[in-house]
C-alpha cells in the first residue's frame, strides 16, 4: 500500500485549483443510467470512486468514453444488466446510488447491500423504505437488494424521510423521475450536490422542483434524453485547503471554487481566526490572521449547516488553536478515527460520547500514522504539513478516493510531501 512522506512546517504559499466534487459526479454518473441518450459530464474529477463507478456502468452494459481527463461520455442504451455485484459495491457504497435508476427505467435492479465502513453502520434502510412508496417490491436475498416494479414502473407518492439522507435523496429523485404522476420528498437532503443532479437531470428532461430545499417536487415523465453538464467544484476539498492555508500559516489563492457552498464553514473558520477572502465567485484569497488561532465548538449538521466531511480537518487545525474546543458528530456514530492517530502526533484530545474536546494549542510531531478513511486521511495529512519533522501516513488509497492528485497539488504549493510507493 503507498504512503506519503511529508515533512512539515513549511507554509503553503501559491494557487490552487479545486476539482469537481466526488460526491456531484457519482450520482451524476448513476443519472446517466436513466436515458438510452448520450449524457456528457465535464469536470469529473480523477479520483478511485469515479474509476469504480464508471466500471460499475460499464458491468451494467453502458459504455463511458472519456476523451481528455474530466470529460465523461456515457450512453446507456444498451444496459442489459441489472445487477450492481458485491465486488463492486463493497469497495464503493456510492454504487447503491445504482438502485434508484435501474429501478424508474427497466423496473427491476439487484444491488448488493452495502457493508458498513470505518465511520459507521451506514444502511439504506430509508432508500429501501422509499422505493416501496413507489410501489417496489423490495426483498433481500444472500446480501443482495432486489427490487422490481410490478408493472415495469413506479408510482408517484408522498415520501418523509425520517432522517436526512443525501444518496437516499439522489435515489428517490431518479427513481421518481420516470414515474407515473408526482412524487414530493419531505425532509429532502439540502446539499449542493442535489442541486447539481437535478440540474443535470432537468437538462436530460427531468422535472424536478425544489432541489436544495426540504421540500421536493417530482413529476415523472415518459423517458429521459441526453445533456451535457459540468460538475460543481467540491466544496469540501475547498475547505480542507483553506484549512491547508491556515495550519500553515501561508496564503492561498483557491480557486474554481464555489464560495456559497461552503458558507458555514467559510463563518466558522473566519470566527476562529482564518483570514478568508472572496475575491470573487470563483475564488478564495485564504490566510492565518496575525493573532492566531481560537478555539471554537463546532457541530455536524445537514447542509447549510457545518458539514460532518469537515470534521477531521476542522479538528487538526483545533489542535492548533489556542484554548478548548467541543467538536461534537451528530451524522455518523463512530467518525473519529482520526483522533488516536492525533494524540500520537501530540495532539491532546478526549472523547466523550460523539464529542471530542481538544485542548490547543500543542505543538505537533511528525510520526508514523496510518489512514482510516477519506476524510481522516485529511486530517492526517493537514497535521504532517504542520508538525515538525516527517510524518508517514499509510493507507493512503483511503485519500485517493476523493482528492485529486493531492501530492501534486500540494508540492505546487511549497509543501514536502512525496508517494513512496510500496
Ligand atoms: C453522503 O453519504 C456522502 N457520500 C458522505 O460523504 C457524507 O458524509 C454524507 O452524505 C453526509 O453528508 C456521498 O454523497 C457519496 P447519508 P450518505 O445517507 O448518503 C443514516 C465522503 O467523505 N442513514 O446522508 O451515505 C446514516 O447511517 C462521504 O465523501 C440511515 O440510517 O450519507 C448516517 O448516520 C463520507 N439509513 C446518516 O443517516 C439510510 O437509509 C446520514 O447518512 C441512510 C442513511
Redesign the pocket.
Known amino acids: 500500500m503507498d504512503k506519503f512522506l511529508i515533512r512539515g512546517g513549511r507554509p503553503l504559499t501559491g494557487s490552487v485549483r479545486i476539482s469537481g466534487a ?2 456531484s459526479a ?1 450520482p451524476c454518473l448513476a443519472a446517466a443510467l436513466l436515458s438510452s441518450e448520450t449524457v456528457t459530464l465535464h469536470n469529473v474529477p480523477y479520483v478511485k470512486d469515479l474509476i469504480t463507478q464508471r466500471r460499475l456502468l460499464e458491468d451494467l452494459g453502458a459504455t463511458v468514453l472519456t476523451p481528455e481527463i474530466g470529460t465523461n461520455i456515457i450512453s446507456a442504451g444498451n444496459v442489459d444488466t441489472f445487477e450492481a455485484p458485491y465486488e463492486l459495491v463493497r469497495t464503493m ?2 454504487s447503491v446510488l445504482a438502485l434508484g435508476p435501474l429501478l424508474a427505467r427497466f423496473g427491476k435492479a439487484k444491488v448488493s447491500l452495502p457493508g458498513g465502513c470505518a ?9 429501501l423504505k422509499a422505493f416501496e412508496q413507489l410501489g417496489a417490491n423490495v426483498s433481500l436475498e444472500s446480501g443482495d437488494v432486489v427490487a422490481t416494479a410490478p408493472k415495469g414502473r413506479l408510482t408517484g407518492a408522498e415520501i418523509e424521510f425520517e ?6 435523496t439522489e435515489n428517490v429523485m431518479m427513481a421518481a423521475s420516470l414515474a407515473t404522476s408526482v412524487t414530493t420528498i419531505r425532509n429532502a ?1 439540502c ?1 449542493p ?1 442535489i442541486e447539481d443532479l437535478a440540474d443535470l437531470m432537468s437538462k436530460m428532461g427531468a422535472k424536478i422542483s425544489g432541489a436544495g430545499t426540504p421540500v421536493m417536487t417530482i413529476e415523472g415523465v415518459e423517458a429521459l434524453g441526453s445533456a451535457e453538464h459540468s460538475i460543481i467544484p467540491d466544496r ?1 476539498e475547498t475547505g480542507t485547503f483553506i484549512v491547508a492555508a491556515a495550519i500553515t500559516e501561508g496564503e492561498l489563492e483557491i480557486r474554481d471554487c464555489r464560495p456559497e457552498h461552503l458558507v458555514a464553514v467559510i463563518e466558522q473558520l473566519r470566527a476562529i481566526g482564518v483570514d478568508i477572502n472572496e475575491k470573487d465567485k470563483t475564488t478564495l484569497d485564504v490566510k492565518k490572521a496575525a493573532g492566531g488561532l481560537k478555539a471554537k465548538d463546532v457541530v455536524t449538521e ?1 447542509h447549510p449547516l457545518f ?3 469537515m470534521q477531521a480537518q476542522y479538528m487538526t487545525l483545533m489542535t492548533q488553536a489556542e484554548g478548548t474546543s467541543n467538536i461534537t458528530e451528530t ?3 463512530n467518525r473519529f478515527m482520526h483522533v488516536g492517530e492525533l494524540i500520537r502526533m501530540g495532539a491532546d484530545i478526549s472523547i466523550s460520547g460523539n464529542t471530542a474536546t481538544v485542548r490547543g494549542k500543542t505543538p505537533l510531531t511528525g510520526a508514523k500514522v496510518i489512514a482510516s478513511d ?2 481522516a486521511s485529511a486530517s492526517l495529512v493537514l497535521a504532517g504539513l504542520c508538525a515538525k519533522g516527517e510524518t508517514f501516513i499509510d493507507r493512503v488509497y483511503h485519500i485517493d478516493r ?1 482528492y485529486e492528485t493531492i501530492v501534486r497539488k500540494l508540492k505546487a504549493v511549497g509543501a514536502d510531501i512525496e508517494r513512496i510507493k510500496e
Open positions: 466526488k460526491n457519482l457504497r456510492a465511520i459507521g453502520t451506514r444502511p439504506i434502510d430509508l432508500h432522517k436526512v439522507t443525501v444518496t437516499g437532503a446539499e450536490e469540501i445537514p458539514p460532518t466531511d451524522i455518523f456514530e477519506l476524510r476523493g
